[in-house]
């Protein structure tokens, strides 16, 4: 079953209708016949870390790294945000083993396109993104009612990294340490 299991996180990079065609060939190979039945009824947690991620930097990935302990699957999703008009950073390539979607429109339009079932994922650095987020949790609501979301505490030491004070430091040629490669 742990095999089985790991099988799955090593395939995350596939969209989910996509790897539930490679979960049937998977699931062929399996002897255990209680495993097999398991198999054919499991839905795994899917999370959805959504964000401009311009720059990607440590702070996302500790989020991203607690987010994959709670989840079985963690899809990555790059919205424009309209109002950063800046440089679009590279991504770095560590994250490459997820399945990356972009979007430019709602979040909940995005939640809505998917033929599956997502918990939304939102990073709190401090007690300032707690009262922001409880702000966007209101407003997601009411665009779609049946939203469930998970607020994930970054760890102490990457309490002051965000993508806007980052930028701000790339224009004085310093800040690349924060910046995940």
């Given amino acids: 079953m742990r095999t089985v299991l790991s099988e799955f996180?090593?395939?995350q990079y596939l969209d989910y209708t996509e790897w539930l065609k490679t979960q049937m060939e998977?699931?062929?190979g399996v002897r255990n016949e209680h495993i097999r039945e398991f198999l054919q009824v499991w839905k795994p947690k899917i999370?959805?870390?959504a964000g401009s991620f311009n720059p990607f930097h440590y702070g996302h990935l500790n989020i991203l790294e607690k987010a994959e302990k709670i989840f079985d699957?963690?899809?990555?999703?790059?919205?424009?945000?309209?109002?950063k008009k800046n440089e679009v950073y590279p991504r770095p390539t560590g994250i490459s083993d997820h399945q990356?979607?972009?979007y430019d429109g709602l979040l909940t339009d995005l939640i809505d396109s998917l033929d599956y079932d997502v918990t939304l994922i939102r990073g709190l650095r401090n007690s300032t993104d707690l009262q922001y987020e409880l702000?966007?949790?209101k407003f997601l609501q009411e665009l779609k009612s049946d939203i469930k979301i998970v607020n994930i505490f970054c760890d102490k030491q990457f309490e002051h990294l965000?993508?806007?004070?980052?930028?701000?430091?790339?224009?004085y040629n310093v800040g690349y340490q924060y910046i995940v490669k």
């Fill in 73 to 83: 699957k963690v899809i990555i999703a790059y919205g424009k945000n309209l109002e």
């Fill in 162 to 171: 965000s993508s806007s004070a980052i930028r701000n430091l790339l224009k």
């Fill in 26 to 28: 998977i699931n062929s």
């Fill in 135 to 137: 702000t966007q949790f």
């Fill in 47 to 49: 999370g959805l870390y």
């Fill in 100 to 102: 990356i979607i972009e």
């Fill in 9 to 11: 996180k090593r395939l």
